[in-house]
């Protein structure tokens, strides 16, 4: 597989992590949106690449919490932003 010189673009993502976080956490992930239910926080956006996608997941594991699930959602997907 070649690829070379390809750029895929900004990819929007879906992470939850257990514990609750308040949308005031929005800042520390890049702007990423924040919401809980029921002990889970859903982390919601768009990142630029894979590295800022790692940035992310550095955080959550430096904050101690508990990673659930890292989706690849689209960006027109119905469900964005709810909690299942």
């Known amino acids: ?6 750029w895929y673009g900004p ?3 879906t992470i939850r992590v257990q514990g609750d ?10 702007g990423m949106t924040t919401s809980s239910k029921d ?4 982390i919601t956006g768009s990142l ?5 996608l790692h940035g992310i ?4 594991r430096d904050l101690g919490l508990q990673l659930i ?3 690849q959602v ?8 709810k909690i299942k």
């Open 74 to 81: 689209d960006p027109n997907s119905e469900d964005k932003g």
């Open 11 to 13: 990819t929007s993502y």
């Open 21 to 30: 976080l308040s949308h005031q956490w929005s800042q520390f992930f890049e």
């Open 48 to 52: 630029i690449d894979q590295s800022a």
């Open 39 to 42: 002990g889970i926080t859903k």
């Open 1 to 6: 597989m070649d690829t070379k010189g390809t």
């Open 57 to 60: 997941l550095n955080r959550i």
């Open 69 to 71: 699930a890292v989706e």
